[in-house]
C-alpha cells in the first residue's frame, strides 16, 4: 500500500502541466486541483515535498503571466500551505513569500476569485507568528477575513477562516454560527475534493466547539 502511494505521489509531482494548459484559466485550475489533492488525498508525510514540487509550478505561472492575479493567490495559496507541512524556522520565509504573493493579487484585482486574496492573506495573519519571528497580528487578521466576507458571505473557505480565528480568539458563539453558515455553502463545480475536505475540516473544528462554553 505505501508502495502504491508512493508511486502515486511519484506521479502526480512529475506529470507536467498539460500543454493545452496555455491559459491564465487552466494554469489556476491545474494548480488549484493539485493542491487539493495534495492537502487531502496525499499522506501528511509526503505533503511537503509535493507542495515543494507545486511551488515551482506556481512559481513558472506567474513568471509567464505576471497579470493574472489569480495565479497569484494560488501562488500565495500554495507557498502558505507548503510553509505549514514544512513548520519551522524553514517556514518564515515561505509565509513572507505567501503574503507578497498575495498583496501582489490584491493590487492586480482585489476582486479575484471572490476577493480570494483577502481570506487567504487573513489566514496567514492569525497563523503565523508575530514579532521579531514574523508578521502576524491579530488586527490584521480580523481586517481582513471581515473584507473576505463582505465579498463573498457565503463562500466555504472565508466562513471557514473566520470561523478558526474566532476559536483562537475564544469567541466561541460566534465561532459556531460562523461555522455553521460554512457548511450550507453550496457546492462548487470542480472543486468536489476541496469541498469535501473543507467539510471535514469544518465538522472537526465544531466538535471541538462542543467542550466549549
Partial sequence: MKAALSLALSLLLTLPLAASAASPDERMIELQDRWAEIRYTVPEEQQ?????????????????????????????IVLSTYAGAKGGLGAL????????????????????????????????????????L???????????????L??????????????DFLISQKEYQAARKVLQHALEAPQRQGREIADQGR???INKLLNSLKEKS
Fill in 93 to 132: 520565509d515561505l509565509v513572507k513569500q505567501a503574503r507578497e504573493s498575495l498583496e501582489q493579487a490584491i493590487t492586480l484585482d482585489d476582486q479575484a476569485l471572490a476577493g480570494s486574496a483577502y481570506t487567504s492573506l487573513g489566514a496567514l495573519y492569525y497563523q503565523v507568528p508575530g514579532w521579531p
Fill in 48 to 76: 511537503e515535498d509535493a507542495y515543494e514540487a507545486l511551488t515551482e509550478v506556481a512559481n513558472e505561472s506567474v513568471k509567464r503571466y505576471p497579470e493574472a492575479a489569480e495565479l497569484w493567490i494560488w501562488r500565495g
Fill in 134 to 148: 514574523s508578521f502576524g497580528s491579530d488586527k490584521k487578521a480580523r481586517h481582513y477575513l471581515e473584507m473576505a
Fill in 150 to 163: 463582505s465579498m463573498n458571505p457565503d463562500g466555504i473557505d472565508p466562513n471557514y477562516f473566520y470561523g
Fill in 199 to 201: 467539510r471535514e475540516e
